[in-house]
């Protein structure tokens, strides 16, 4: 009988591999580790497309070199990550944080692809004060697509597997070891490649703020530091021996201002500024009539909103105020200690604190059916409003003068095609997705045109409405920032200061003087058409004010009233 040899049973994995294995998962559950490696991966890989999409795009990352740089770069990002998540791989922490951290990479993936945004702490700032309409208007279907695959999908399947019980003396092993592997790998890597690693930073700055979600990590991180202890500081006080000049003594008639602050109005399609289309008709033929003044050269202290609107009241200009920890007052309070009646209107997302101590009015609450619809409203509905402020004044405040601050939805983007009428409209076709990649130039520039024709309007009108009034009086617009409109593949704004194009930068500004007022400050119209070409910024809008409305305090610095050489 033959002998029957018992049949051997082959191991279904070798003992490196299975050793593999069980760092990752196995009949218990996933291990942390390996949960925190796969997910540095996922994030080094899709969570950093715009990153990758950058990177292929730049000269120096070709050939031979620049592939094995790429490589080498990936590796660094998924180890530097990969010591991230060490820090968080905790069973009660891990898959929340895990949660978030993709969520963050997703939607970011998603600004930076469309808009070519970068995430720093300004960017941040600006974002945690976005209202409704402004995310409204940002919704699209990208969006959904990179939160769902990038984010939504990989948490989902995260929260599914189950993770393996270990003692937290083992797990706190685990992660030390983790960590330690993580940056010796990160630390390697960048000895290898630190040339070509140096040159890219120095070089290819803003590719710092596309290392995802790391940037909006820091980004965060470095908003809180220093947002945090500045909002807790008292409030200094600016202007306390503010005093009304000696121009008030013997007036006949009030000074009145209605300073405009613009919003994200580049001076590159300005029609005063020499731009190819007549984009403000009714502007040039006030200028055509005498009175106004075009700025040319002037510059905007932020990129954004949130840094530029409170920069421009401030006494200290952008250098000071950008290294100053302490909260001051602003140009409001001073004025309204002098005595003057303030008011401030509101058609964007806030004051950003500067009218928490004077009288205001957001347009929302006011539902002007002729203006209003979808939760926001056109600039025109702020001119009706001023004179319902203005009638509700103290007459004390308002004999004295009047200052009057519009704060105008202007040219806010990516939906340009809500900031005109119809009857402005004057360029077609328009684009009227906020996915502004997907339009055509010519009709991503039509739609902005249109939004700088409806200012135009707005601000033609309010000088008609001034020239009714009995008093002296004045406009003084300037917008808080500019734009980018595709050029170098660049939308929106917001770029860090230091890399942001001019575009984002370079920002009109214009003034309008009545006769009276003319006469009132001695202030020579011909003269300041003399200066029009004259470099200016943000930092002169405080001490211009104070000047031209006659406000004595040592807080003015006459050097950087744009007024005071035209002033016989």
């Keep these: 009988m033959p002998q029957i040899l018992p049949s051997r049973v082959l191991p279904q994995r070798t003992a490196p591999l299975s050793a593999i294995a069980g760092l990752f998962s196995s009949p218990q559950g996933w291990s942390l580790t390996g949960l925190a490696l796969l997910l540095a991966v996922w994030l080094a890989s899709a969570g950093n497309v715009a990153l990758w999409r950058q990177l292929m795009a730049l000269p120096e990352i070709s050939g031979a070199r620049g592939l094995l740089f790429g490589i080498g770069f990936g590796i660094w990002v998924a180890a530097v990550l990969s010591a991230f998540l060490s820090v968080l791989a905790w069973p009660r922490v891990f898959k929340v944080a ?4 993709l969520l963050m990479a997703a939607s970011a993936t998603h600004f930076m692809i469309a808009y070519s945004a970068v995430i720093d702490p300004s960017m941040i700032v600006n974002v945690l004060h976005t209202d409704a309409r402004e995310v409204r208007d940002l919704v699209s279907p990208g969006l959904f697509f990179s939160m769902l695959f ?17 003692r937290w003396q ?8 983790l960590l330690v592997l993580s940056l010796a790998v990160a630390a390697g890597g960048l000895m290898l490649m ?29 908003a809180a530091a220093d947002t945090v202890p500045r909002s807790q500081r008292p409030l200094l006080p600016v202007g306390a021996d503010a005093v009304l000049g000696a121009s008030y003594a013997s007036q006949t008639q009030a000074p009145w201002l209605v300073l405009v602050v613009g919003e994200t109005a580049r001076a590159a399609n300005f029609g005063l500024g020499g731009y190819a289309r007549d984009t403000t008709p009714q502007l040039r033929a006030l200028q055509a009539e005498g009175g106004l003044t075009y700025f040319e050269q002037v510059r905007s202290c932020g990129t ?36 003057l009646g303030v008011v401030w209107i509101d058609n964007q997302s806030g004051c950003k604190g500067l009218c928490d101590r004077i009288p205001s009015k957001g347009t929302r609450e006011l539902g002007d059916p002729m203006f209003c619809s979808q939760g926001e409203c056109l600039d025109g509905v702020m001119l009706g409003e001023m004179q319902r402020q203005l009638d509700a004044m103290p007459a004390e405040r308002k004999a004295r003068g009047v200052v009057v601050v519009l704060h105008q939805m202007g040219s806010h983007g990516p939906a340009y095609h809500r900031r005109s009428p119809e009857q402005f409209k004057s360029f077609v076709p ?21 939004s700088i024709l409806y200012t135009d309007h707005v601000l033609a009108q309010t000088v008609a409405w001034l020239k009714q009034q009995a008093a002296s009086t004045a406009l003084l617009y300037v917008s808080d920032h500019g734009e980018s409109l595709g050029e170098n593949n660049l939308y929106l704004h917001g770029l860090p200061y230091a890399l942001a194009p001019t575009e984002q930068k370079h920002v009109p500004m214009l003034t309008w003087l009545s006769a009276d007022m003319q006469r ?7 003269c300041l058409a003399g200066q029009a070409q004259t470099p200016l910024s943000h930092d ?3 001490h211009s004010v104070l000047g031209l409305m006659d406000v004595n305090t040592r807080a003015y610095n006459p050097a950087l009233d744009l007024f005071r050489a035209c002033a016989s």
Excluded at 520 to 526: L, Q
């Design 540 to 542: 002169n809008l405080f």
């Design 304 to 339: 954004n909103t949130q840094a530029s609107v409170p920069c421009m009241f401030s006494h200290l200009g952008k250098s000071a105020y950008e290294a100053s920890d302490d909260r001051y007052e602003n140009l409001l309070d001073v004025l309204h200690r002098a005595g």
């Design 170 to 177: 083992r797990r706190l092993g685990g992660n030390a070891v």
């Design 520 to 526: 009132r400050t001695g202030i020579r119209n011909s």
């Design 194 to 222: 630190f040339q070509d690693f140096a040159s890219l930073m120095r070089n290819h700055k803003q590719v710092r703020y596309l290392i995802n979600p790391l940037n909006s990590v820091y980004a965060l991180g470095k």
């Design 430 to 450: 328009e684009c009227t997705s906020n996915a502004l990649q997907d339009c055509t130039r010519e009709a991503l520039v039509n739609t902005y045109d249109n």
């Design 98 to 101: 895990a949660t978030v951290l």
């Design 150 to 166: 990038v984010g939504v999908l990989p948490a989902w399947w995260l929260w599914r597997q189950p993770v393996r019980p270990t």
